[in-house]
């Protein structure tokens, strides 16, 4: 940003400075200094002024610059800088001059850091303007108007000296109608690193570009064949496009020496999306559309990152932190990092071709304590990425980044300084531009420090830097390719350099984790919720025939109820824990035990049906259907048990009945229940009770009843024997006289009816017999 500007007498030549002087000694008033209209030149930021002696009540012109070109300039080079004048006083500038001046030598970081820390504008320190010719002149800045410049300097004008960093001034001088009299406006400053030829000793510069992004993906799936992915939002094909932050990354990195850190939860997200997904809207879900999006980034990945180095870190980057402080004492915990650390490698593999180096941990923001870093390396890596404010040297120079902190384990320890470089808003180009040369000055001056060895340097930055904030980072690293003074270096080989014998090698207690990022951890509950899930998982996973179809989206899923984006996002967090969950939860309800209300069991013994219901679109085995009789000696099961038990397996989509024996022994209800296990013997949803009344028939009544039908078959017996002897009396009496009709018709004279076909003697009919008939069998 622009630096609020002293108003101090600011001449352009000796003779000025001389009859300025002499006229406030004799006059006491200051001298109007006349200056030259030039050609008008847009937008910035200002900063409000004082007087020396005494307060004017405008405020400053604000100044600031939009490029520096060359930023690292060498011999025969012409700089050119533009940028923009806003007067953001009450009063119009008028006779203003736009000009460069070149500050001292700055001596160190220390002095870097010392030079952008001042506000104000302070003739020694700021340095003295060069010739007038290399300005720009202002006839009039009225208020509230802003002006582009754009001034081009040979270097051979700057009269740099020895090889180092210099502070570079913009300032802006006129006056105004109560002050009349020339004098510093505004004023901007940044740095120049003049370094014109190849150092022998360069530092070597290792930094790190990371692919990473919060959750996308949901745990639930379509239960097609190919489980067509459920996607939180469409968010990520913003970021996948080519103007998109991770778009931009993959673009600006192609060409850049740096070294690729990637979540593998990325990539996988990512391929989901090249085939068919869908998209949450609301309550219900649409086909997602970005399937081309995500096949180009994935195809710019791939060419990338060929041959180059590439640093996975564990499935859905897990906040170690958050483990160490909240999560390790919950058992299951740290067993979720081995899973992760050890999906890591095949899943980037897959997918970009490359195969990864899996060794190294990044806790946020570099900081680090003695449980971090057990828990770090407990999961197999032995490579910690520190950062120096937290791994804090007590040395006069900028150790290099490696450096052993007992186990077996090695401390990468980057540069907090340009690791956050580029943080904050650097969509202004003002800002953009002035963190570049800051990034650049620091990079010389850790060169150029009295040192005898050659040192290594990494630059961890943001995890999701912006699309502006990557755009800044690769200007800086686009200028460092010469390397005049620093020389690209993969973090693999940054972590076998030899380290400095004086650098600090103990690891802070937890006491000395900073609070702020301490209250952006994960509470202990969502740990807690992260074992409930994974117990829940492990019983429904026994039961499957194809448990990757469950394992693998819920085993991811839990993995990024983990992850290091939830920093912050609280409600956000739990709210994604909670439909893992409910996902799950859904899932087990497929297969359950059918309800029934009551039965009713007549007889000594019978079969008391249970059914099981399989709507998954997988078969399911592994299952053991244990029924319980509340009152065994009401209604025994088998053997004369209580309890009695059958194995289940049940085809996707299918229900199956299973019986099992049961024996009355007395008469009422009998409460009943239907549970399954696994056959580990865990129960599996939710129990089944019911009804069973009990109807015995007693031997007593089971006498009555045979002694009825007894009587019954007697009675028959007697009608039969009756109705036989009147028979036989009939045909005793003679052969009855029968009459032949005209028609051929017979009649018999007793019956009195015209026809009979079926006379009482001769062949048996093959129909059955008439109530009144006798039939002879």
Known sequence: MAEAAVFQETPTSPARRWLRRTASVIVGAPLVAGLLGG????????????????????????????????????????????????????????????????????????????????????PGPDGSPIDDKFTVKLPK??????????????????????????QLGVALSGQTPSERYEHVLGFERTF???????????????????????????????????????????????????????????????????????????????EAMTVDYEVRQGEDTVK???????KAWLNNLQSAVKGRKVVALPFADPDLASLAHRGKNVSGSLSHLQQATEVAESTVETIIHEKPSTDFAWPVEGAIDSSIVDVATSAGADKVIARSDSLRDDLNYTASAARPIGGGTT???????????????????????????????????????????????????????????????????????????????????????????????????????????????????AFQDIRTTQNALDRFTVILTQMDRVETPFGRAIDREMSTSWRGRAAEAQQYRTGVRENLQVLTQEVQLIQKSQITLSGRSATIPVTVQNRLMQEVDHLVLKLRSDNGARLSLEDGNAVAEQPIEVKGGHSQSVKFDALAHVNGQVRMTAQLYTVDGEPYGEKMQFTVKVSEITPTVMLVIAGGVLLLVLAGVRMYTQRKRAGAAERA??????????????ESPDRGQASDPTPDTGPESGNPSGPSEKVDR
């Open 411 to 525: 401390a990468v320890v980057s540069d907090a300084r340009l690791s956050t470089a580029f943080q904050g808003d650097m969509l202004s180009t003002g800002s953009s531009t002035l963190a570049v040369q800051k990034f650049l000055a620091q990079t010389l001056a850790v060169t150029l420090q009295d040192t005898d060895e050659q040192r290594s340097l990494v630059v961890a930055p943001q995890r999701t830097p912006t699309v502006s904030q990557a755009q800044s980072m690769a200007r800086a690293l686009e200028a460092l390719k010469p390397e005049r003074w620093t020389q690209s270096m993969d973090l693999i080989a940054a972590s076998a350099f030899k380290p400095d014998a004086g650098a600090t090698t103990k690891v802070p207690p937890a006491s000395r984790y900073p609070t702020q990022l301490r209250k952006q951890e994960l509470p202990v509950r």
């Open 733 to 746: 009496d003679g052969p009855e006289q029968v009459t032949q009709g005209s028609d051929g018709d017979t």
């Open 288 to 294: 997602g559309k970005n399937q081309d999006v995500a």
């Open 192 to 270: 120049l690193p003049w370094q014109p030829e190849a150092l022998e000793k360069r530092t070597r510069l290792t930094y790190l570009w990371p692919l990473i992004s919060s959750t996308h993906l949901s745990s639930e799936t379509r239960s097609d064949e190919q489980q067509t992915p459920v996607f939180e939002d469409e968010s990520l094909a913003k970021e996948l496009a080519p103007e998109g932050r991770l778009g931009q990354l993959v673009s600006l990195g192609r060409d850049l020496p740096v070294t690729w850190v990637i979540d593998p939860d990325l990539l996988s997200t990512v």
């Open 39 to 122: 050609p008008a030149a847009p937008a910035a930021q200002a900063a409000p002024q004082t007087a020396p002696q005494a307060a004017s009540g405008s405020r400053t012109v604000d100044v600031s610059l939009n490029t520096v070109a060359p930023a690292a300039p060498v011999k025969g080079d012409s700089l050119t800088i533009t940028g923009t004048v806003v007067n953001e006083g009450r009063q119009t500038v008028s006779g203003a001059e736009i000009g460069l001046r070149v500050g001292e030598r700055l001596i160190g970081r220390t002095g870097i850091d010392r030079a952008a820390q001042r506000t104000g504008y302070s």
């Open 141 to 166: 800045l009225a208020s509230g108007i802003s002006q582009d410049f754009s001034l081009t300097v040979p270097v051979s004008e700057l009269e740099l000296g020895e090889d180092g960093v210099y």
